[in-house]
């Protein structure tokens, strides 16, 4: 007995956020599949919870009913409000090149600062950083700088139940004088953990 084939599923929220290449969608891979998008990361609506979905012909009917149940009572000023934002996806965005910036000077940064193993992502906008030579504990250590400085950086240990302990994630999706001042931050409370 054959079972229908489910489509592929592709979350790309973060579609657009990119470094030296062209963004791609599994649509070009399988025309078939269901991508589900938002317009918190690339358009920065995030506390809109606004997204769309393109799901092949097949499923229209369906994707209706289930859209009909769970945002049916959408309040008018958020449906006025996505129909006037919503535009052609610019090719390149402001906000794209502002994140590639600050991701080449923290990357830059850490590594002065000893956090050498980390690499730079290619898209979205968050850097892991194993911090293993500073804490085996990633969380107490991340409590510890924000209480000390004011920067909030997020342990690996949502994210990795195994090596989470040496890694954390930290957001460059802000401006460019707020990456400085975290860095500056950053470093005096390094060099003030060194000397104790």
Do not use: Q
């Not at 054959?2 to 470094?19: F, K």
């Not at 920067?151 to 004088?177: C, E, M, P, Q, W």
């Amino acid at each position: 007995m054959r079972t229908a084939r489910h489509p592929d599923l592709s979350d790309e929220t973060y579609h657009g956020i990119v470094y030296g290449a062209r963004a791609h969608s599994i649509l070009e891979h399988a025309p078939d599949a269901v991508v589900v998008n938002s317009f918190s990361k690339y358009w920065c609506m995030t506390g809109w919870r606004l997204g769309w979905a393109v799901v092949p012909e097949s499923l229209v009917d369906a994707m209706r009913r289930f859209a009909g149940t769970s945002s049916s009572f959408l309040r008018r000023f958020r449906s006025t409000s996505r129909s006037r934002r919503w535009t052609r996806r610019p090719s390149s965005s402001p906000h794209v090149e502002t994140y590639a910036r600050n991701r080449s000077l923290l990357a830059d940064a850490l590594a002065g600062l000893g956090i050498a193993r980390s690499r730079r992502p290619d898209g979205a906008f968050y850097l892991y950083a194993d911090v293993g030579d500073f804490t085996r504990d990633s969380l107490a250590w991340c409590r510890e700088l924000l209480d000390a400085t004011g920067v909030a950086l997020n342990t690996g240990r949502d994210f990795d139940g195994a090596h989470g302990d040496r890694f954390v994630r930290i957001s460059f999706a802000v401006s460019t004088a707020e990456v400085l001042r975290a860095i500056e931050c950053l470093d005096a409370w390094l060099r003030l953990r060194k000397r104790a």
